[in-house]
């Protein structure tokens, strides 16, 4: 994987302890998460604004999808990874070639889904 150190990232997810988890195994594998936001307005503004090199993405924000943050990370050609309890059959066919990590996952799953999207 190439050079993480200091990469900012933008984290999306509802459940607290979840993205407090992912939070942890980022800095951990040396990146600086940068904002964490769990409601789909606000995510969608961060991502618009955000000075971010990767961004991860919860599927399902109470109970709204967040591709339209991915939509808004894309045009920005940000890359970004989904995070789900649901496997590829919750992603729309736009998204189906998108780095995926399924829930629960460890660090190194999420280090591997990393490497894949700054590949890609």
Known sequence: ???VAGLKVLVVEDEG???????GMLEDLGFEVV????RLADARTIAAKADV???VLDVNLAGEPS???AEVLRGRQIPF???TGYGLS???DEFAHQPLIGKPFSKEELQQ????????
């Open 17 to 23: 302890l979840v993205a407090l988890m992912i939070e």
């Open 81 to 83: 990874i989904f995070s």
């Open 53 to 55: 090199d990767l961004a």
């Open 35 to 38: 904002a964490s936001v769990s």
């Open 113 to 120: 889904t990393i490497a894949a999207a700054l590949s890609s």
């Open 90 to 92: 919750g992603l729309p």
């Open 1 to 3: 994987m190439k050079q």
């Open 67 to 69: 591709f339209s943050i």
